[in-house]
Structures are given as C-alpha cells and as structure tokens.
C-alpha cells in the first residue's frame, strides 16, 4: 500500500493534490470531498481550518 510508504507531510501533499474542494456540514455531521480535476492547477485561496 502506497500510504505506507510516504511520510506523514508526503500523505498531506497527496491528500491536498486530490481533493478539489471539502464541504462540513457540522449540523448535518456530513463530509462532501469533491476530487480535483486530473491536470488541476494547485488551489488558490484555500482556507484551513483547525479542529
């Protein structure tokens, strides 16, 4: 299995590179991951959010 072998930050950059877009819905307790597109330029204006 490919997680295995990276490192923790190298698993970030992969998730990062994959998912185009996270929707929380905190009251609904649901998680949308919408995938990027192949060939996607990097996300701009991303905003992070600490638990």
Do not use: C, K, Y
């Not at 609904?28 to 995938?35: C, E, F, K, N, T």
């Amino acid at each position: 299995m490919i997680r295995n072998a990276l490192t923790v930050i190298n698993r970030g950059r992969l998730l990062r590179a994959l998912a185009g877009l996270v929707v929380v819905s905190e009251a609904a307790g649901q998680v949308d991951v919408h995938l990027a597109h192949a060939g996607e330029a990097a996300a701009l204006g991303r905003e992070e959010v600490a638990a």
